[in-house]
């Protein structure tokens, strides 16, 4: 005698287990931050941009907003890219230079606050 397995519960009660759907994020959704110079990247899928903006006093890639709470999304880069890596010698060359600068106005303040020999 073989027995089935039989559920009593209407399918509509497990689809809690369903995976949620996917919601797709298009490229008309999307906006690019590249260099001024840099060719406009093809969408992986038929489409154009939303926007393609040259900002770079921003450090993101890319941003978009989320269907279902209106959050924004970026995209930033890899702390280990060679493109970051680049953006923070240069930060540290400056930091180099201003470092005289520093040591300069530290030893210079003290003597414009004393007063004048007569």
Known sequence: MHSKLVSHQP????????????????PEDIIINIGANAPIPVPNIPGK??????DNTVTWL?????????NHKYV?????????GQSDMSKFE???ELKVSV?????????MSAPEPC
């Open 11 to 26: 399918f509509h009660s497990l689809s809690c287990f369903a995976d949620p759907p996917q919601l797709r994020v298009y």
């Open 49 to 54: 941009w939303k926007e393609v903006i040259h």
């Open 103 to 111: 040591r300069i106005r530290r030893l210079c303040t003290p003597l």
């Open 62 to 70: 890319a941003t978009w907003t989320e269907n279902i709470n209106a």
């Open 94 to 96: 400056k930091a180099r």
């Open 76 to 84: 930033f880069l890899a702390a280990g890219s060679s493109l970051k």
